[in-house]
């Protein structure tokens, strides 16, 4: 498509359809991917540039936002993809996605306080996934508040129940602030879903030493200590 075709599109009207029934815009935003990744264009300037071509609503606007903010994100441009983010929710202050992966973001860039703002902006408007919580935690634990990581890692294994990573980050919480029998059994859980896991059984085996418990300490550091050897072989 020329520049000549886009300028003649009328510029108060919807996105204009092509042949296929998908609009420019929508087109635009398939295509956006491989031109961010191949050139590395700002985000603002690819937007600022198309809108000076085509009108698009605010939703298909927002959502190409919302795209190349989680594009550039997943590509390790992290200050471009706040930027888009930030766009997308100057557009719809309650789009919970948006909230989500600017937490993302601000994780990424050791902003854990930002990050704990907008996964908490997130569950505010309805947003409720054990993904969701498990990063809230894990935004929790890097600003060392860690009674407020185990809430948000215990509601993580509450909605999804088997997986031994959220089990193992809940254990490792519950036993810096020395709720060592919950740790335990947070460990444990972590091992039943994942027995070939060493750090799980070492650091059930640094709980168990804790608690004055050293023989069953001394078994899982020795069963650490083999899974170890058998993935080094």
């Known amino acids: 498509m ?4 886009l300028q003649s599109s009328p510029t108060a009207q919807a996105p204009v359809r092509v042949d296929n029934g998908v ?6 935003r398939f295509g956006l991917a491989s031109v961010l990744h191949l050139t590395g264009r700002v985000a603002d300037r690819i937007i600022t540039a198309y809108d000076g071509f085509l009108s698009m609503d605010e939703k298909e606007t927002a959502k190409i936002y919302l795209d190349m ?3 550039l994100a997943q590509g390790g441009n992290s200050q471009d993809a706040m930027a888009a983010l930030q766009k997308t929710l100057q557009l719809q202050p309650d789009n919970g996605d948006a909230w989500f992966r600017l937490g993302m973001v601000h994780l990424d860039q050791q902003e854990p306080q ?29 600003a060392e508040n860690y009674q ?31 709720r060592y029998e919950e740790a335990v059994e947070a460990f444990e859980k972590a091992i039943d879903l994942s027995p070939r896991e060493a750090a799980y059984y070492q650091s059930l085996g640094f709980t168990m030493e804790s608690i004055k418990r050293h023989g069953e300490a001394v078994t899982c550091f020795k069963r650490a200590v083999e899974l170890q050897r058998r993935t080094a072989e």
Do not use: C, M, W
Request: overall charge negative.
């Open 2 to 5: 020329t520049n000549a075709n």
């Open 23 to 28: 609009s420019h815009a929508t087109h635009f």
């Open 69 to 71: 903010g989680t594009d």
């Open 114 to 142: 930002d990050a704990v703002e907008a996964f908490e902006k997130a569950i505010a408007l309805g947003k409720d996934s054990p993904k969701l919580h498990y990063r809230l935690g894990e935004a929790f634990a890097d």
């Open 148 to 178: 407020a990581a185990a809430k948000g890692y215990q509601r993580a294994v509450e909605l999804d129940p088997l997986s031994a990573e959220y089990f193992f980050r809940l254990g490792v919480v519950l036993d810096k602030i020395e």
